[in-house]
């Protein structure tokens, strides 16, 4: 059995989907139940990584597990990856892929990326089956660095590989259908590595828009579009842009094609289908 996290959001339902379609037995364990029926042929669970029993109800022997990573901040994060990471090691899984970032590390710029980090030794330690799977920032997060036209931020000519999660959906899929990932770390990113000024022609160029990026440290301008607690989050958001100035985010491999057999999609992809998000970004 394959049981899939966090299959009402993008990573986990795309993975979900995908191996459904491919007639690979899955249980699914998700908040809310009605929000995965659209999945269809899967055992569904309801609980979430507070729940210790529901994760344990949802985990057998021999199960190969995606763990997804929560948006929390640093000390919540932890404290529920942990919660979950103990039930998975009781249940004697035979595999946890865990949704992580590129280049974590407890001396990382990033915040999130230390708390990643910190969930990957948690893992180790456990001895329970791994495999690691380090993302890139998502492409659908573009459109949230831009205000009235503008993205003014301390990234500098930091560059990010912005990767689709749909492709990450189908590394997910594929490092748990097929063996031999155990003890393995892969990095999910996009095809290229863009800075934000070159992101904002890129777009400038396909849709004809004319957003700009301005590298300005000023934390009262900050972007907090799309932060679930805008006041808690805020540092981690800058802690972001410092991190792309760093290039801890610029990493370019060929991981996704690895694992799901189809070469990953550059920004470009995104850009088109999301044409009305990004034109309400303009000026």
Not at 54 to 63: H, K, M
Not at 163 to 173: E, F, L, M, T, Y
Not at 242 to 264: C, F, H, K, W
Request: aromatic share 6%; with cysteine.
């Amino acid at each position: 059995m394959i049981v899939i996290t966090g299959a009402t959001g993008h990573v986990g339902g795309e993975a979900a989907r995908l191996l459904i379609e491919s007639g690979v037995e899955v249980r699914l364990l998700v908040r809310d139940a009605q929000k995965a029926a659209h999945l269809g042929a899967a055992e569904v669970l309801e609980g979430d990584f507070a729940d210790p029993q529901r994760i344990a109800d949802a985990l057998n022997p021999g199960d190969r597990v995606f763990m997804v990573s929560l948006y929390e901040t640093h000390d919540e994060r932890l404290r529920k990856h942990s919660a979950f990471l103990e039930a998975a090691g009781q249940a004697d899984v035979a595999q946890l892929a865990y949704l992580s970032f590129v280049n974590a590390a407890v001396d990382a710029v990033f915040i999130h990326s230390v708390s990643h980090a910190e969930t990957e030794d948690m893992i180790r330690e456990s001895g329970v089956p791994f495999t690691f799977l380090r993302t890139g920032l998502y492409q659908s997060g573009a459109p949230l660095m831009f205000d009235k036209g503008l993205c003014a931020a301390p990234g500098g000519n930091g560059s990010v590989s912005w990767v689709s999660r749909r492709d990450i959906g189908a590394a997910v899929a594929g490092a748990l259908r097929t063996t031999g990932h155990e003890g393995k770390t892969y990095n999910l990113t996009g095809p290229e590595a863009l800075t934000f000024g070159q992101t904002a022609d890129r777009i400038n160029g396909l849709l004809g828009t004319k957003l700009a990026y301005e590298d300005v440290d000023d934390f009262d301008r900050l972007l907090t579009k799309g932060l679930p607690d805008p006041v808690a989050m805020k540092e981690s958001r800058r802690s972001c842009f410092y991190s792309i100035r760093a290039d801890e985010m610029s990493l370019v491999t060929n991981d996704i094609r690895q694992l799901s057999g189809v070469p990953a999609a550059p920004i470009d992809r995104h850009i088109l289908h999301y044409r009305e998000q990004l034109l309400a970004c303009n000026r």
